[in-house]
């Protein structure tokens, strides 16, 4: 097993050691759609990373030392519309010219401002976007008028977008982490979260050399056991090496909790008094509605996904429980969710698809859009645990230290 993981570890690095080595260059122009004029300190960069760079004076950006991939190209300008276009970067150089559109706001020279969030719908919307986690307590976010706000008490429904970006300052991890085009919609009848945005990161300057380390071991512990993690894990054949076990999960209606609920709605019809209570339904009404069982097999790689390099696909039916045994829960995870102390080291989430499969890039992101929905442990992590898609753990020799 010892070797199994240590294989699994040394293939990670050698890999990430080949992709860090090959790189590319990237230049373009970013000028107004309507004058041709070129737009000084536009901000582009590539979403869900630390890469970016601000235009200069002819609207010119490069990118030297890109490595070669598939991203999403971001360019923001206030007063104009948000850029955004997949590109595939090769080992040859490439260049881009960058048309951005006004807004109607800036056509018709009117500013509209926002509405004033209601203070708890925007508690609401805070609490749910940050994460109750450890680490999402540290985060700040830097201008709350910037993103608006609205609850539906009919359908029990919250929304928010952003007319231009919303900063949050994560203190845990380091990053200050920007949104464009953020919708963001939780359906609390469904017990659902849908977040959508283009993610830029800036690492933050570090006070001392202790914050620094701190950051660190942070991002770290954010990365071990995560779905970035997990995804990578099955990308490069690593799930088990990882230290992943993954096994089918069944859900199925507690037929004796239904038997009960069915009793006590009839004798409410009735007007039957709930005294005298039979022990039968005393004892099935404190049931969970729904149970769950665990498959004691462990699923293998090939039954998780579909490959035809380079190209990787998760697919799977029904649910899927995936553990992670690396690392500790999160102290807030366990006071919200209480469970035996000998669970405490182990992270269990639920994973099912809304799509017959969903596209897995190397990096550990999900490229096929709201095709994944998990539970569990990644439905707990948010903000807090946010990493971008340029992260790379420690490397090897460090790990075989601890």
Same mark, same amino acid.
């Given at each position: 097993?010892?070797?199994?993981?240590?294989?699994?570890?040394?293939?990670?690095?050698?890999?990430?050691?080949?992709?860090?080595?090959?790189?590319?260059?990237?230049?373009?122009?970013?000028?107004?759609?309507?004058?041709?004029?070129?737009?000084?300190?536009?901000?582009?960069?590539?979403?869900?990373?630390?890469?970016?760079?601000?235009?200069?004076?002819?609207?010119?950006?490069?990118?030297?030392?890109?490595?070669?991939?598939?991203?999403?190209?971001?360019?923001?300008?206030?007063?104009?519309?948000?850029?955004?276009?997949?590109?595939?970067?090769?080992?040859?150089?490439?260049?881009?010219?960058?048309?951005?559109?006004?807004?109607?706001?800036?056509?018709?020279?009117?500013?509209?401002?926002?509405?004033?969030?209601?203070?708890?719908?925007?508690?609401?919307?805070?609490?749910?976007?940050?994460?109750?986690?450890?680490?999402?307590?540290?985060?700040?976010?830097?201008?709350?008028?910037?993103?608006?706000?609205?609850?539906?008490?009919?359908?029990?429904?919250?929304?928010?977008?952003?007319?231009?970006?919303?900063?949050?300052?994560?203190?845990?991890?380091?990053?200050?982490?920007?949104?464009?085009?953020?919708?963001?919609?939780?359906?609390?009848?469904?017990?659902?979260?849908?977040? *959508?945005?283009?993610?830029?990161?800036?690492?933050?300057?570090? /006070?001392?050399?202790? #914050? +620094? &380390?701190? !950051? %660190?071991?942070?991002?770290?512990?954010?990365?071990?056991?995560?779905?970035?993690?997990?995804?990578?894990?099955?990308?490069?054949?690593?799930? *088990?090496?990882?230290?992943?076990?993954?096994?089918?999960?069944? /859900?199925?209606?507690? #037929? +004796? &909790?239904? !038997? %009960?609920?069915?009793?006590?709605?009839?004798?409410?019809?009735?007007?039957?008094?709930?005294?005298?209570?039979?022990?039968?339904?005393?004892?099935?009404?404190?049931?969970?509605?729904?149970?769950?069982?665990?498959?004691?097999?462990?699923?293998?790689?090939?039954?998780?996904?579909?490959?035809?390099?380079?190209?990787?696909?998760?697919?799977?039916?029904?649910?899927?429980?995936?553990?992670?045994?690396?690392?500790?829960?999160?102290?807030?995870?366990?006071?919200?969710?209480?469970?035996?102390?000998?669970?405490?080291?182990?992270?269990?989430?639920?994973?099912?698809?809304?799509?017959?499969?969903?596209?897995?890039?190397?990096?550990?992101?999900?490229?096929?859009?709201?095709?994944?929905?998990?539970?569990?442990?990644?439905?707990?992590?948010?903000?807090?645990?946010?990493?971008?898609?340029?992260?790379?753990?420690?490397?090897?020799?460090?790990?075989?230290?601890?």
């Amino acid at each position: 097993m010892f070797y199994a993981r240590f294989a699994g570890l040394l293939l990670s690095f050698l890999l990430v050691a080949q992709w860090a080595s090959a790189q590319s260059t990237l230049s373009g122009q970013v000028l107004d759609a309507q004058t041709r004029k070129p737009l000084e300190m536009a901000n582009v960069f590539f979403a869900n990373t630390t890469v970016g760079t601000p235009t200069d004076a002819q609207g010119n950006f490069t990118f030297p030392t890109l490595k070669p991939g598939s991203y999403t190209l971001v360019v923001s300008y206030l007063g104009y519309q948000l850029y955004k276009q997949t590109i595939t970067v090769a080992d040859a150089p490439q260049t881009f010219i960058i048309q951005l559109a006004p807004t109607i706001n800036q056509l018709s020279e009117v500013v509209v401002r926002p509405h004033r969030n209601r203070p708890a719908d925007y508690a609401r919307f805070a609490q749910r976007f940050l994460g109750s986690s450890s680490f999402s307590k540290q985060c700040k976010i830097r201008n709350p008028d910037g993103v608006v706000v609205e609850y539906d008490a009919q359908k029990d429904v919250l929304t928010a977008y952003t007319p231009y970006q919303l900063q949050v300052d994560n203190e845990a991890l380091g990053y200050r982490v920007t949104f464009y085009d953020l919708d963001f919609q939780v359906n609390y009848g469904q017990q659902t979260t849908y977040t *959508d945005s283009q993610v830029s990161f800036q690492d933050l300057t570090p /006070r001392n050399e202790r #914050q +620094r &380390r701190r !950051w %660190a071991e942070n991002r770290q512990r954010a990365y071990q056991g995560s779905f970035m993690h997990f995804l990578r894990s099955v990308y490069h054949d690593e799930v *088990d090496a990882a230290g992943f076990r993954v096994q089918r999960l069944r /859900r199925e209606v507690n #037929q +004796r &909790r239904a !038997w %009960a609920d069915t009793f006590m709605l009839t004798h409410s019809i009735l007007g039957v008094r709930n005294r005298g209570l039979p022990m039968a339904v005393v004892h099935a009404l404190r049931e969970p509605p729904i149970t769950s069982a665990l498959s004691p097999e462990e699923l293998p790689i090939d039954s998780l996904r579909r490959r035809a390099p380079p190209q990787t696909w998760l697919r799977f039916q029904g649910l899927m429980a995936v553990t992670y045994e690396g690392e500790e829960k999160d102290a807030m995870y366990q006071r919200l969710f209480p469970g035996p102390k000998t669970d405490s080291k182990t992270q269990r989430s639920v994973v099912r698809l809304r799509t017959p499969e969903a596209e897995v890039a190397a990096a550990g992101v999900v490229r096929t859009i709201g095709a994944v929905v998990t539970e569990g442990y990644w439905g707990f992590e948010r903000v807090g645990e946010l990493l971008p898609q340029d992260y790379q753990p420690p490397a090897l020799e460090l790990r075989m230290k601890r």
